[in-house]
């Protein structure tokens, strides 16, 4: 089986801008979180869909946002990007809600 | 809703050395717990998980662990680590009425040849 795949691996925007990440989970997936890591606050939940339904949403602005389609893929938006928004943005996904999660390789977004 | 500490930041070992990294989380209620792995350049792997059952859970690489409730720990062990364990390793749990999944704060192994 294919693992999860996200696009773009790596992305440069300029402050003000909005950016849209892509997750394609394992076959058979229903669930796909988001995630982001930096070095100085780790990795921190940012929201996981299920069934094209939002099932929960971490502590961030509502300048992150994400949707998911009938195939169980996602995406995620950030408007009006800050410098803090840099940062590798990983995608998660598993069966159903209560099932081990895998993870991508992250999309790295640096905003200058 | 629940958190998760790692207490070890950097930890430095030669090869052949005992692993053990500490995780400690705070919530009352039920919950699943998981290490997970990250080596340079590549993606979060799940090195092992307790959902429930015998709380000595061996997963991939010769790694084990603990779910010592009455402590609220799940610490990884390795009695032999070798160079290539070489990664950032991170204990994450869910909780059982809410799903998210809550990470520590990882804790870098490097080992030395």
Redesign the interface.
Known sequence: KAGVTQTPRYLIKTRGQQVTLSCSPISGHRSV?W?QQTPGQ????LF?YFSETQ??K?NFPGRFSGRQFSNSRSEMNVSTLELGDSALY?C?SRVG??D???????TRLTVL | AQSVSQHNHHVILSEAASLELGCNYSYGGTV?L?W?VQYPG?????LL?YFSGDPLVKGIKGFEAEFIKSKFSFNLRKPSVQWSDTAEY?C?VTA?N?????????TRLTVKP
């Not at chain 1, 780790?42 to 939940?45: E, H, I, K, P, V």
């Open positions: 979180s995630y780790g990795l921190q939940f996981e099932r929960n971490g990983l998660a809600t209560e081990t999660q895998y993870f991508g390789p992250g | 699943n998981f997970y590549q993606h979060l792997q799940l998980k991170f994450a059982r809410n799903n998210d999944m809550r990470f520590g704060a990882g």
